[in-house]
């Protein structure tokens, strides 16, 4: 009789989860399509009260990526037509594809430095809502962090970059996110002895984001040397 014992258990056990389910079968079922629901969805970006779900959050097209891509080398460009030193005369002579990748070679070593930096993993080259592009974005702690990479190959235009920071901040405003920080990167590929003087000027201009706004500003050159890469093209 003794041996029956473990048997009769194992049946009592399935008797009873049989009725649970029978009892609650409505609410298994839309349980069950809940957890459906959410996977066919993906995840969100979450951290304490700040959430973006799919529905606001998805990848850039292609077509809006190379946009994205093509201005940030308009605007690098256009700097080559003022006096330069022999450093940013002799970039002036890159290739289009040669600038192009300079610009993606700087966006990809940034980003690996950021998701170190916050030890995170970051969503990239999303759009948010209808179309507002972010490179970068991220969930820790309790907020949300939206990240904009500038390239710049001379001095820092101030008033471009707080209107970068102020798109972001007021467009934040207007979902009616809390506790989200704009983080914006400054990656310089110009002349080492000019970029002290860029830090000085991006912390004085910044100043005035404290609380919703954090700046990092790095060096193309020394970020290829820290991973032992090449910029394309070896000048």
Request: proline share 3%; charged share 25%.
């Amino acid at each position: 009789m003794d041996a029956w014992i473990p048997f009769f258990q194992t049946l009592l056990w399935i008797l009873l989860i049989v009725g649970i389910l029978w009892k609650f079968h409505a609410q298994a079922v839309a349980l069950l399509g809940a957890i459906k629901t959410r996977i066919e969805k993906g995840s969100s970006v979450k951290a304490g009260p700040f959430e973006l779900g799919q529905q606001d959050l998805r990848p850039q097209e292609p077509d809006q990526q190379k946009k994205l891509l093509d201005d940030k080398v308009k605007e690098a460009q256009q700097e080559d037509a003022k006096p330069s030193s022999a450093h940013a005369q002799l970039l002036s002579k890159l290739t289009d594809s040669d600038f192009r990748s300079r610009v993606l070679f700087a966006e990809e070593l940034v980003m690996r430095e950021l998701q170190t930096e916050f030890d995170v993993v970051i969503n990239r080259q999303v759009s948010v809502g209808r179309d507002f592009g972010l490179d970068g974005i991220f969930a820790k702690g309790n907020g949300g962090f939206g990240i904009q990479v500038k390239y710049v190959r001379r001095g820092l235009q101030r008033e471009q970059l707080k209107q970068v920071v102020y798109g972001v901040h007021n467009f934040a405003e207007s979902k009616g996110w809390k506790r989200f920080t704009v983080i914006l990167v400054v990656v310089f590929d110009g002349d080492d002895s000019q970029f002290q003087k860029q830090q000085e000027v991006l912390n004085s201009a910044f100043s005035e984001f404290q609380g919703f706004a954090l700046w990092r500003l790095y060096s193309l050159k020394k970020l290829a040397e820290k991973y032992d890469l090449s910029l394309p093209p070896n000048i």
